[in-house]
């Protein structure tokens, strides 16, 4: 049976920016293996599977599979996948749309900016601090200096569903030359540290962008994420609980993607300290290709 298909970019201003999606709508009868199957097919970091009609609870029941394995939480697939519902699923149904992920269900509101862009939010689902890592360590897994990692904050594991190790920066420049080594990672993977790895520095390429990141992650070696958003949620975290930028309440605007050539805006809204932390990410969606998978 004919599914309808669609590839979308998010947190993008245009075409063929930002972390690109695929979308797979009708999913009910799919199966897990198949699911994988497709996934493995596009090799996009995540692709999507959609239940055709709301749940009882209002949410679109949606599984998300990396081209590895199937995941419980990811930012850009929500946002995606939120992009395609409303405008695909139910375009006369007013509010927020409501998905049903691994992780509970996260509602996805659309957000009219004065310029007429659109900009999606989802609220993140709880993020739990995890372990600290020796910044020394990290740094020879990422091929820096031990100087290039600010001593100022920890490297630390926070998560949500899936969870990544947040590693501050001094500078753009350590950004631009970090490269994750697996063989390096191995002993840091085998106590139990994920070998997803978000880096971020203070330092911008435009005027009005507040940080710069980078993300990568293993899925049949290593790769490197355009948008991260549940990265993002992380980060609202981790700057919460550290103080990095000596405020109780975030609003940033944070440049991705350009090591890839694919730059990339995520916005994050955070405030709230532990287990009261409310954070939101958001970005733009455009769409790309629609069809149908046969």
């Known amino acids: 049976m004919a599914r309808p298909f669609h590839i979308v970019d ?3 201003a245009h075409a063929y920016a930002g972390n690109p999606l695929a979308v797979v709508l009708d ?5 897990t293996a198949t699911m994988q199957l497709v996934a493995a097919e596009t090799n996009y970091s995540e692709t999507t599977f959609v239940g055709s009609q709301p749940e009882a609870d209002g949410g679109y029941r949606v599984r998300l599979f990396t081209p590895a394995r199937e995941i419980a939480f990811a930012g850009h697939p929500i946002l995606g996948t939120a992009w395609v519902v409303r405008h695909h699923l139910a375009p006369q149904e007013p509010g927020p749309v409501r998905l049903n992920l691994p992780v509970g269900q996260v509602p996805v509101r659309f957000e009219a900016e004065a310029t007429g862009e659109e900009t999606l939010w989802f ?10 890592c020796a910044a020394e360590r990290m740094a020879a897994a990422l091929g820096l200096a031990t100087t290039d990692i600010d001593a100022r904050a920890p490297v630390q594991q926070f998560g949500a569903g899936t969870a990544a190790m947040v590693v501050p920066l001094n500078s753009l420049d350590a950004l ?3 490269r994750l080594d697996l063989a390096a990672y191995a002993p840091l993977l085998a106590e139990g540290f994920p070998p997803l790895t978000y880096l971020f520095c203070r330092e911008s390429h435009a005027v009005g962008n507040d940080l710069c990141a980078r993300f990568f992650f293993e899925a049949h070696g290593v790769r490197e994420d355009p948008a991260t958003g549940n990265g993002a949620a992380f980060l609202g975290a981790w700057l919460l609980d550290h103080g990095y930028l000596e405020r109780t309440k975030l609003d940033l605007r944070i440049e991705q993607g350009y090591e890839v050539r694919r730059p990339s805006l995520v916005r994050l809204r955070a405030g709230g300290t532990g287990a009261g932390r409310e954070i939101s990410v958001g970005g733009g969606v455009i769409p790309v290709v629609r069809g149908e998978l046969v």
């Open 10 to 12: 998010v947190f993008a």
């Open 27 to 31: 999913a009910d009868d799919m199966d």
């Open 123 to 132: 609220q993140a689902p709880p993020v739990s601090a995890g372990p600290t």
């Open 176 to 178: 631009r030359r970090a």
